[in-house]
């Protein structure tokens, strides 16, 4: 999971598969927490592991992802007073869901985010989503 700010006053919050390729995103406002979406991304989701960084590290996340049989692959937040260990060589894979955001950035009006109203931005980020598929 990752998220990459679109504007000044929104974020993109989003789910990337293994090839880093999106699943699924979520826009909202820029002050909206990061780990508040996670839930909602990850509903109906299957898989092994769930990359994310720190800012993604709470005991409820951690608690959803064990109930989808997935292994947690967050490192601590420097605020949790007891860290909790996960597989560096696993988390080296977190980079793709970076990877998957600069390749929505190569859409011009992605990343300059033309579009006014979020419905019409979130229209052709899904646009971008399909274009990144079909490659």
């Excluded at 990061?34 to 720190?54: M, S």
């Excluded at 993604?56 to 490192?75: C, F, H, K, W």
């Excluded at 793709?96 to 229209?123: D, S």
Aim: glycine share 8%; hydrophobic share 45%.
């Amino acid at each position: 999971m990752g998220r990459s700010r679109g504007g000044l006053t929104t974020k993109i919050h989003m789910l990337a598969d293994a090839l880093g390729r999106p699943l699924r995103f979520i826009i909202t406002a820029g002050q909206v927490g990061d780990v508040t979406q996670a839930a909602a991304l990850l509903e109906g989701q299957a898989g092994e592991a769930v990359l994310a960084d720190k800012a993604y590290d709470s005991n409820a996340l951690r608690a959803t992802i064990a109930q989808m049989g997935a292994e947690a692959v967050i490192p601590s937040n420097r605020t949790r007073k007891i860290a909790i260990p996960h597989d560096p060589a696993v988390y080296k894979h977190r980079n793709r869901i970076e990877r998957c955001f600069n390749r929505l950035k190569h859409f011009r009006r992605f990343a300059t985010r033309y579009e006014r109203r979020t419905i019409h931005f979130a229209g052709f980020a899904f646009l971008a989503a399909a274009m990144i598929w079909l490659r």
